[in-house]
């Protein structure tokens, strides 16, 4: 779905990115590569190859769109280094010629030695790229001039149905200054939003993007 946002066209993509046509440039927060891993390493029961789940949506939505450059807007990774981690480099010699840029997220604590090895360009707080302020957590005082795109908050948003009926999905959650990014990984939560009146809101739904306020 197209939206227009700071004079710029915006495409939401079902597998829960932004594409921005105009600069080459893609989107997309809240991986949590290898987090799996470290819940199985603990001893969890949880579903393995998670990780490899989300490479693979990555490299279609690349495919596609074929972008210049790929912005993470924070934890692209869980948390510390376990061997789930070589994943992203095996995948990056596929897609070498597209650049790799991290905004730093809380999650994102590995040693610098280690994105270093992944070609990533790491930015610690937050990257301007006109109109587009890039964050990883939404600004508490958004300055007037710039369109933040950030993650953290894992949106999702409750449809109710009749007979008390819900279903909550992920999904865009597009205010006048901020724009949230639903978690792109295929292992994590998610939480609901409260929208006010003047947001707008698309969820994600089968394979298509839908507006629901």
């Known amino acids: 779905m197209e939206i227009e946002v700071a004079g710029e066209t ?3 993509l079902p ?3 932004i594409y921005w046509k105009q600069g080459s440039a893609l989107f997309l927060s809240d991986l949590h590569l290898a987090k799996d891993g470290h819940f199985r390493r603990n001893g969890f029961a949880v579903p393995a190859n998670m990780s490899r789940v989300t490479l693979d949506r990555l490299s279609a939505i690349i495919d596609s769109c074929q972008p210049s450059t790929i912005y993470f807007l924070g ?25 790799l840029v991290l905004i730093s997220g809380n999650h ?6 280690v994105y270093e090895a992944l070609q990533l360009q790491v930015v610690p707080e937050s990257l301007y790229l006109p109109p587009f ?4 957590a939404p600004p508490e005082n ?3 001039d710039r369109y933040y795109l950030c993650g953290h908050l894992h949106p999702a948003f409750r449809l109710t149905g009749r007979g008390r009926q819900s279903l909550r ?3 865009f959650w597009m205010g006048e200054r901020i724009g949230v990014l639903p978690a792109f990984g295929a292992f994590t939560g998610s939480k609901s939003i409260k929208a006010q009146q003047t947001d707008s809101v698309y969820v994600v739904a089968e394979q298509q993007v839908v507006q629901v306020q």
Request: charged share 30%; hydrophobic share 40%.
């Open 142 to 144: 958004p300055l007037p």
């Open 15 to 17: 597998e829960k990115a």
């Open 169 to 171: 999905l992920p999904c």
């Open 108 to 113: 994102d604590i590995m040693d610098s030695a």
């Open 10 to 12: 915006l495409l939401l």
């Open 75 to 99: 934890d692209l990774f869980h948390s510390e280094y376990n061997r789930q981690v070589d994943l992203l480099k095996e995948w990056y010699r596929t897609y070498a010629h597209v650049k």
């Open 133 to 136: 302020e890039l964050v990883h």
